[in-house]
């Protein structure tokens, strides 16, 4: 069976000690006996690993942070497609969604790229400030939180948490705490890489399990 010629844009090349999705999406799609796929690395910075892996990665292009906006990301991939006709992009990351979604549509008219992604009413009701509320709409467990926006919030996480607690960025980093003491070193440092709110988690101790599912929505 002759397999069909695709280019593919991945992003989430930080192939390092907490790696990024995209090599691994990467590796599957080059096992593919259905597409014969091209690839094209979307990198953030010139030292993700995965740009240098040139036996999977056919050409890279550095794109704006998710914070520059969807105009500078729209610009620098109409650029991007100009030279490489790309036809579907799939990005790995969490903080990057939003701007993709935003583009999905004005990159499929305008360029013929094609996306598979959730809505932003989809994609917002899952992020973890929003656990609680996901948990009891769908039926699901989910461990007690709460986001704060200050450290002078800390110490009246007595009254309704036990320690230890889960100190959690919006988008990544967590770190378990004990003390109220490393609640704030652990706020301070998050708040510095991923900015606010914070959320605080209760502990639940156990063996972690990471389950994805993908479907078509039906």
């Known amino acids: 069976m002759k397999r069909k010629k695709v280019n593919v844009a991945v992003t989430g090349l930080n192939a390092i000690d907490s790696p990024g999705p995209g090599i691994p999406v990467i590796r599957a799609l080059r096992e593919s006996k259905e597409f014969d796929v091209r690839i094209i690395g979307l990198s953030y910075e010139t030292l993700e690993p995965g740009i240098y892996m040139h036996d999977l990665v056919n050409k890279s292009y550095q794109i704006p942070f998710p914070s520059s906006g969807t105009k500078s990301l729209l610009t620098r991939i109409g650029y991007i497609h100009s030279v490489e006709k790309i036809d579907v992009i799939i990005p790995n990351f969490d903080a990057e969604l939003f701007s993709f979604i935003k583009l999905e549509d004005i990159l499929k008219k305008d360029f013929g790229i094609k996306m598979f992604l959730p809505s932003v009413e989809q994609f917002e009701s899952r992020q973890k400030a929003n656990l609680n509320v996901f948990g009891k709409k769908h039926?699901?467990?989910?461990?007690?939180?709460?986001?704060?926006?200050?450290?002078?919030?800390?110490?009246s996480l007595r009254n309704e948490f036990t320690y230890s607690l889960v100190v959690k960025g919006k988008f990544y980093d967590a770190s378990i705490a004990y003390t109220p003491e490393q609640v704030v070193t652990y706020f301070n440092k998050i708040n510095t890489k991923w900015g606010l709110p914070i959320i605080i988690q209760q502990h639940v101790s156990g063996s972690e399990v990471n389950v994805t599912a993908l479907g078509d929505g039906k």
Request: hydrophobic share 40%; no cysteine.
């Open 139 to 155: 039926k699901i467990k989910v461990p007690h939180s709460r986001m704060i926006f200050n450290v002078n919030e800390i110490p």
